[in-house]
């Protein structure tokens, strides 16, 4: 059974307010630099609402610091893994199949089972799957699904990919530890462009 109630920022009673920070839906707002509505004062995680994510709410933290500190740095959202710490664990990053074709036209999908992995089957945790999304005219990573054991661990080379607009090529020219859970997405990547190894 999966239960998700929802969360919604709490910034406390009558503070905010009174040193006239601008709010919105419960929520403070920010600019891109997480700088709010007063020069010089600056807000990160939950309480500006967005992805709600201790992982984004840390990044945001680090970047609020150092635009305190003089620093310009833009809040980057443009990539972000989420991940579901259940059994069969689940990592994401991007947007969906049917996103993808919406937005690109024309995609490639690479799916690679975890029953075809060696390290899976060695540990006897067959189930899952690794499913990657490109769109075809740059042959860019923009989505990545995974189900399975070390999902959470694994999303983050798919993530590191999207941030840094690495091709497929690219990521198939480089070698990945053999056997692992991780050479998994590598063998995605060679599925969705027409390159499979040992999965068709």
Not at 29 to 48: F, K, M, R, S, W
Not at 113 to 135: L, Q, R, T, Y
Not at 142 to 151: L, N, Q, R
Request: hydrophobic share 40%; glycine share 12%.
């Amino acid at each position: 059974m999966l239960v998700a109630a929802g969360r919604k920022p709490f910034i406390g009673v009558g503070g905010i307010e009174a040193l006239g920070i601008e709010t919105q839906n419960g929520a403070i707002v920010v600019n891109e630099y997480l700088e709010t509505n007063i020069p010089g004062i600056y807000a990160a995680g939950d309480v500006i609402g967005g992805y709600q994510l201790a992982h984004v709410a840390s990044h945001e933290g680090t970047t609020a610091s150092e635009n305190c500190m003089g620093h310009k740095k833009k809040m980057d959202y443009r990539v972000v893994p989420n991940c579901i710490y259940t059994v069969p664990e689940v990592g994401m990053v991007g947007i969906t199949e049917k996103q993808a074709k919406e937005k690109y036209g024309e995609i490639q999908v690479g799916l690679f089972p975890f029953s075809a992995s060696g390290k899976a089957v060695a540990g006897g945790d067959e189930k899952g799957f690794v499913k990657v999304i490109a769109e075809k005219e740059h042959n860019r990573i923009v989505g990545t699904f995974i189900i399975g054991a070390a999902a959470t661990e694994m999303i983050h080379e798919a993530t590191l990919a999207m941030q840094k607009g690495a091709t497929l090529e690219e990521i198939i020219e480089t070698i990945h530890a053999h056997p692992t859970l991780s050479e998994s997405f590598h063998e995605a990547v060679m599925i969705a462009a027409k390159r499979p190894l040992h999965f068709m």
